[in-house]
């Protein structure tokens, strides 16, 4: 099935530099989640949006169910080189869900 | 660790073969997630089983079958290997039928020669 389309593919950044990352898709989606993957783990729940509009944030972490739901974003603030890893967005309705490619950040103290 | 547990960890097998990946989930957790993460196809969703039986259905092909046990552990067979079969196979469990909260095992890596 047709995936959701995430951007950027990848990013380098300074340490202490804000990141933000987004998905888009062609459908509507009741869920939004952003999961982090590290190497040879399995992916982590960052953040789970229930709502159109919704807001939330985890630490330094912010995500936002775009009013459309058809889109949302992750937001990481001043980053630290642990945020390494691979980041990807899941949307869900009605028994499927649907995943990004994943945007694999890279820190740089 | 998410208190899932997969076995094994590395799986090499020749193409034509049949295997089988097992996934305990959290204790608790009544539904168990299949997931293929391959390079060019990214995160894809298999198959969900919630307290014994199939919940939902996603891209999994007639070659590969799940099912869940009464003891809640989960197999995922895979039959008549193919080269492209070769992935990162994830199961991931949560307390309800919803996969909103989802916990992820470690993976078992599947490579088909």
């Known amino acids: 099935g047709q995936q959701l389309n995430q951007s950027p593919q990848s990013m380098f950044i300074q340490e202490g530099e804000d990141v933000s990352m987004n998905c888009t898709s062609s459908?509507?989606?009741?869920?939004w989640l952003w999961y982090k993957q590290d190497p040879g783990e399995g992916p982590v729940l960052l953040i789970a949006?229930?709502?159109?509009?919704e807001l939330t944030s985890n630490g330094r972490l912010t995500a936002q169910f775009g009013i459309t739901r058809k889109d949302s974003f992750l937001n990481i603030s001043a980053s630290i080189p642990s945020d390494v890893g691979i980041y990807f967005c899941?949307?869900?309705?009605?028994?499927?869900?649907?995943f990004g490619a994943g945007t694999r950040l890279t820190v740089k103290p | 660790d998410s208190g899932v547990t997969q076995t094994p960890k590395h799986l090499i097998t020749a193409t034509g073969q049949r295997v089988t990946l097992r996934c305990s989930p959290r204790?608790?957790?009544?539904?168990v997630y299949w997931y293929q993460q391959s390079l060019d196809q990214g995160l894809q969703f298999l198959i969900q089983?919630?307290?014994?039986?199939?919940?939902a259905k996603g891209n999994i092909l007639e070659r590969f079958s799940a099912q869940q046990f009464p003891d809640l552990h989960s197999e995922l067979n895979l039959s008549s290997l193919e080269l492209g079969d070769s992935a990162l196979y994830f199961c991931?469990?949560?307390?309800?039928?919803?996969?909103?909260?989802?916990?992820f095992g470690p993976g078992t890596r599947l490579t088909v020669t």
């Open positions: 204790s608790g957790d009544l539904s």
């Open positions: 459908s509507i989606f009741n869920t």
């Open positions: 949006l229930y709502k159109a509009g």
């Open positions: 991931a469990s949560s307390v309800g039928s919803l996969p909103y909260e989802q916990y």
């Open positions: 899941a949307g869900y309705n009605n028994n499927d869900m649907r």
């Open positions: 089983y919630y307290n014994g039986e199939e919940r």
